[in-house]
């Protein structure tokens, strides 16, 4: 099956621990993005990645730091985190030029901290 | 101001109906303008793009687009209760790569 598939589905974990989530796609697209999804749905940029290149980075704590090895796979990973890091977050992937490539999402891991 | 505004609803309409979704934004140099369907625990799929002026027909969607007044729109017609979920509105802004969403409409259809 062609997808953005995203591991794991569900994270729970206590403040203060270090997580990771691993996303990967292989619909042949070269830039990669990290978005988050809070309670009220909000879906917000983190960053993004083109051929393993860092082309988009938002306001975003250095707790979170992305890591993309090549460009079928873009994983992220968060230190200490924080009761308010708890939110979906999504994995997408598209083509640089978002005008006749739109983002296909990956299935999101909801991470929830306590 | 908000870079892509959406009412939060939720926006009720009756099976069979159409349903009217809008979206302003205030990058004016903005080219791509996505709407995307959000079932409850899924993730968002892409139903409509549309990146000229004026309208863009698939099936019962139809996107609008108005440049000059920053403005898209998505109507649904013959609303079905499959259709209830967060509608979201999505525009490229600042560069072609990056894809900035408003907060979502909830569609409610009843039967």
């Known amino acids: 099956d062609t997808a953005v598939s995203q591991t794991p589905k569900y994270l729970v974990t206590q403040m203060g621990n270090d997580k990771s989530i691993k996303c990967e796609q292989n619909?042949?697209?070269?830039?990669m993005y990290w978005y988050k999804q809070d309670s009220k749905k909000f879906l917000k940029i983190m960053f993004s990645?083109?051929?393993?290149?860092?082309?988009i980075n938002e306001t975003v704590p250095n707790r979170f730091s992305p890591k993309s090895p090549d460009k079928a796979h873009l994983n992220l990973h968060i230190n200490s985190l924080e009761l308010g890091d708890s939110a979906v977050y999504f994995c997408?992937?598209?083509?640089?030029?978002?005008?006749?490539?739109?983002?296909?999402f990956g299935n999101g891991t909801r991470l929830t901290v306590t | 101001q908000k870079e892509v505004e959406q009412n939060s609803g939720p926006l009720s309409v009756p099976e069979g109906a159409i349903a009217s979704l809008n979206c302003t934004y205030s990058?004016?140099?903005?080219?791509?303008f996505f709407w995307y369907r959000q079932y409850s625990g899924k993730s968002p799929e892409l139903i409509m793009s549309?990146?000229?002026?004026g309208d863009k027909e698939d099936g019962r969607f139809t996107a609008q687009l108005n440049k000059a007044s920053q403005y898209v729109s998505l109507l649904i017609r013959d609303s079905q209760p499959s259709d209830s979920a967060t509608y979201l509105c999505?525009?490229?802004?600042?560069?072609?790569?990056?894809?900035?969403f408003g907060t979502g409409t909830r569609l409610q259809v009843t039967l």
């Open positions: 997408a992937s598209s083509h640089r030029d978002l005008h006749n490539s739109p983002l296909h």
């Open positions: 619909l042949g697209h070269d830039t």
């Open positions: 990645y083109n051929n393993k290149e860092l082309i």
């Open positions: 990058d004016r140099v903005s080219q791509s």
């Open positions: 549309i990146y000229s002026n």
């Open positions: 999505a525009v490229t802004t600042g560069t072609a790569s990056k894809l900035t």
